[in-house]
């Protein structure tokens, strides 16, 4: 007996294979893009850990001035010292903004990477960013009143308040370094480590 192929049977392998391709190239152009936003996110991720280690510093340099005019026996002494701390307070609180405005971006990209890990992360480097920016805006607003006061009474009040908020700022802008250092090693992708690349 013999057994005739249909037209119907001898497409059907050719439209299994045509199918099984545009799956797999799909499936690579996803994962492609997935690694594309991975890199956009560690890039912006980084740019929050640079700008949070520059709030760390800054706001760890003003310290020391800071307490000399929290303290200061002269007018002149106390004036002189906030009015560095002014400065140093201003930087840090642009680097902060900074911060918080990469961190907001990374967000975006971590949602659309998709990995757990890096949104956890990313989300814990934004809050914690916001946090370290309301710190250096409270430091930089007593600062500049301590720059302006007239009184050395007036001066210890402002630089006390701002070295107060100078040490939150120093403490949560090195959690934020940490968190966004955690979210940039969250972000990995199987082809990542197949090519060798972080």
């Known amino acids: 007996m013999e057994i005739k192929s249909s037209p119907d049977s001898c497409k059907r392998p ?27 996110f560690k890039s912006e991720i980084g740019d929050v850990r640079k ?13 020391v001035y800071a307490e000399v005019a929290a303290f200061a026996a002269r007018y002149t002494e106390g004036r002189s010292n906030a009015q560095k701390v002014e400065f140093l307070a201003g ?12 961190a907001a971006e990374a967000q975006y990209h971590a949602e659309v990477c998709g990995l ?3 949104i956890t992360h990313a989300i814990e480097a934004e809050a ?28 210890h009040y402002y630089m006390r308040r701002s070295l ?12 934020a370094t940490w968190a966004a250092l955690d979210a940039h090693g969250s972000c990995t992708h199987e082809d ?5 690349k972080n």
Do not use: H
């Not at 700008?51 to 310290?63: A, C, G, I, R, W």
């Not at 930087?91 to 990469?102: F, I, K, S, T």
């Not at 107060?164 to 959690?175: D, F, L, P, V």
């Open 128 to 155: 914690l960013s916001i946090d370290a920016r309301d710190f250096a805006e409270t430091m930089y607003t007593n600062a500049k009143k301590a720059s302006a006061a007239g009184k050395l009474g007036d001066i």
């Open 91 to 102: 930087e840090a609180l642009a680097a902060a903004q900074e911060a918080v405005n990469y």
């Open 14 to 40: 050719a439209i299994r294979i045509r199918l099984g391709l545009t799956l797999l190239a799909g499936f690579l152009a996803g994962s492609l893009q997935a690694q594309q936003q991975c890199a956009v």
């Open 192 to 196: 990542d480590i197949a090519t060798g």
């Open 51 to 63: 700008f949070e280690q520059t709030v760390n510093q800054l706001t760890d340099s003003l310290k």
């Open 164 to 175: 107060q908020a100078a040490r939150e700022a120093t403490r949560i802008s090195e959690k």
């Open 116 to 118: 757990d890990a890096v």
